[in-house]
């Protein structure tokens, strides 16, 4: 089985920074893809940020120039450093991953952390 474990949420003022981590556990053999969604109440799930295995990052437009996606490879881990926060940044952040196992090392399905809340609030 597979885990995804996050955290460093929490209750920021506007204009502070939070850092994300989300680590992967279990039975891996490789990730592809990992990436950080979010969830605002009455809202649909959104792409927050994505990275590949080699590096190559994607943003949301409402994230760009203030978010940072990261990874570590050998701790198996993605990081979200989130700068300048503002209210509309509320949301539960979820991480996903898209992993293989060693029993199957050429296919690869999404995994989901628990999620983690951000409060941006004065």
């Known amino acids: 089985q597979v885990q995804l474990v996050e955290s460093g949420g929490g209750l920021v003022q506007p204009g502070d920074s939070l850092r994300l981590s989300c680590a992967a556990s279990g039975s891996i053999f490789s990730i592809a893809a990992m990436a950080w969604y979010r969830q605002a109440p009455g809202k649909q799930r959104e792409l927050v940020a994505d990275?590949?295995?080699?590096?190559?990052?994607n943003y949301a437009d409402s994230v760009k120039g203030r978010f940072t996606i990261s990874r570590d490879n050998a701790k198996n881990t993605v990081y979200l450093q989130m700068n300048s926060l503002r209210p509309e940044d509320t949301a539960v952040y979820y991480c996903?991953?898209?992993?293989?196992?060693?029993?199957?090392?050429?296919?690869?399905?999404?995994?989901w952390g628990q999620g983690t809340q951000v409060t941006v609030s004065s």
């Open positions: 990275i590949t295995r080699g590096g190559t990052t």
């Open positions: 996903n991953a898209r992993i293989s196992s060693p029993q199957a090392p050429l296919s690869y399905y999404d995994y």
